[in-house]
Protein backbone atom coordinates (compact mmCIF):
# COMPACT_ATOMS: atom_id res chain seq x y z
CA UNK A 1 0.00 0.00 0.00
CA UNK A 2 1.19 3.65 -1.15
CA UNK A 3 -0.39 6.64 -0.21
CA UNK A 4 0.56 9.89 -1.95
CA UNK A 5 -0.35 13.49 -0.85
CA UNK A 6 -1.03 16.93 -2.37
CA UNK A 7 -1.74 20.13 -2.11
CA UNK A 8 0.73 21.71 0.88
CA UNK A 9 2.24 25.31 0.39
CA UNK A 10 2.13 29.25 1.91
CA UNK A 11 -0.71 30.93 2.42
CA UNK A 12 -1.64 33.75 4.37
CA UNK A 13 -3.55 33.42 7.43
CA UNK A 14 -7.35 33.56 6.89
CA UNK A 15 -7.07 31.75 3.41
CA UNK A 16 -7.63 28.11 2.22
CA UNK A 17 -5.58 25.48 1.50
CA UNK A 18 -6.79 21.80 -0.02
CA UNK A 19 -5.06 18.43 0.52
CA UNK A 20 -5.79 15.07 -1.32
CA UNK A 21 -4.13 11.87 -0.50
CA UNK A 22 -4.57 8.88 -2.93
CA UNK A 23 -3.89 5.28 -1.71
CA UNK A 24 -2.62 2.34 -4.31
CA UNK A 25 -2.04 -0.72 -3.85
CA UNK A 26 -4.07 -3.83 -1.98
CA UNK A 27 -6.52 -1.89 -0.06
CA UNK A 28 -9.27 -3.37 1.45
CA UNK A 29 -13.09 -1.58 1.17
CA UNK A 30 -13.66 -1.24 4.41
CA UNK A 31 -11.04 1.67 6.12
CA UNK A 32 -10.85 4.57 7.43
CA UNK A 33 -8.83 7.67 5.95
CA UNK A 34 -7.49 10.42 7.77
CA UNK A 35 -4.90 13.54 8.21
CA UNK A 36 -2.85 13.97 10.99
CA UNK A 37 -0.22 16.46 11.13
CA UNK A 38 3.39 17.54 12.98
CA UNK A 39 4.41 20.90 13.78
CA UNK A 40 8.68 22.04 14.58
CA UNK A 41 9.44 20.43 17.80
CA UNK A 42 6.02 18.44 18.64
CA UNK A 43 4.10 15.14 18.26
CA UNK A 44 2.07 14.15 15.59
CA UNK A 45 -1.33 14.85 16.46
CA UNK A 46 -4.59 14.09 14.85
CA UNK A 47 -6.87 16.36 12.34
CA UNK A 48 -9.38 14.78 11.30
CA UNK A 49 -10.51 10.84 9.72
CA UNK A 50 -13.26 9.97 7.96
CA UNK A 51 -14.57 6.17 7.54
CA UNK A 52 -15.24 4.22 4.15
CA UNK A 53 -18.97 4.46 5.27
CA UNK A 54 -18.51 8.27 5.76
CA UNK A 55 -18.20 8.94 9.57
CA UNK A 56 -16.00 11.67 10.67
CA UNK A 57 -14.28 12.72 13.60
CA UNK A 58 -12.09 16.02 14.18
CA UNK A 59 -9.52 17.76 16.29
CA UNK A 60 -11.19 20.33 18.61
CA UNK A 61 -8.58 22.95 16.40
CA UNK A 62 -10.39 21.81 13.04
CA UNK A 63 -13.60 21.61 14.17
CA UNK A 64 -16.26 24.66 11.82
CA UNK A 65 -13.02 24.90 9.81
CA UNK A 66 -11.44 21.79 7.89
CA UNK A 67 -13.70 19.42 6.40
CA UNK A 68 -12.57 15.62 5.30
CA UNK A 69 -13.94 13.98 2.76
CA UNK A 70 -13.38 11.02 0.26
CA UNK A 71 -13.73 9.19 -2.87
CA UNK A 72 -14.03 5.65 -2.56
CA UNK A 73 -13.62 4.93 -6.35
CA UNK A 74 -10.36 6.66 -5.76
CA UNK A 75 -9.27 5.48 -2.46
CA UNK A 76 -8.81 9.26 -2.35
CA UNK A 77 -9.00 11.48 0.55
CA UNK A 78 -9.46 15.41 0.74
CA UNK A 79 -8.94 17.96 3.43
CA UNK A 80 -10.54 21.36 2.66
CA UNK A 81 -8.94 23.80 5.39
CA UNK A 82 -10.66 27.10 5.43
CA UNK A 83 -9.70 30.27 7.70
CA UNK A 84 -6.11 28.84 7.96
CA UNK A 85 -4.47 30.24 11.15
CA UNK A 86 -0.25 30.46 11.54
CA UNK A 87 -0.86 27.54 14.45
CA UNK A 88 -1.86 25.52 11.26
CA UNK A 89 1.47 25.29 10.35
CA UNK A 90 2.90 21.75 10.18
CA UNK A 91 3.80 18.56 7.87
CA UNK A 92 0.21 16.90 6.99
CA UNK A 93 0.19 13.27 6.72
CA UNK A 94 -2.55 11.02 5.42
CA UNK A 95 -3.12 7.67 7.04
CA UNK A 96 -5.20 4.83 6.24
CA UNK A 97 -6.03 2.48 8.46
CA UNK A 98 -6.86 -1.49 7.42
CA UNK A 99 -7.73 -3.49 10.32
CA UNK A 100 -4.60 -3.08 12.65
CA UNK A 101 -2.73 -1.76 9.79
CA UNK A 102 -1.43 1.57 9.77
CA UNK A 103 0.10 2.85 6.57
CA UNK A 104 0.89 6.81 6.07
CA UNK A 105 1.86 9.18 3.15
CA UNK A 106 5.42 11.39 2.54
CA UNK A 107 3.62 14.41 4.43
CA UNK A 108 2.80 18.01 2.95
CA UNK A 109 3.95 21.23 4.20
CA UNK A 110 1.25 23.82 5.10
CA UNK A 111 2.82 27.27 5.90
CA UNK A 112 0.52 29.39 7.11
CA UNK A 113 2.29 33.68 7.44
CA UNK A 114 0.30 36.51 8.66
Known amino acids: VQLQAFGGGLVQAGGSLRLSCAAS????????MGWYRQAPGKQRTLVAT???????TYADSAKGRFAISRDNAKNTVYLQMNSLKPEDTAVYYC?????????WGQGTLVTVFS
Open 95 to 103: NLKIIRNDY
Open 50 to 56: ISSGGST
Open 25 to 32: GNIIRINT
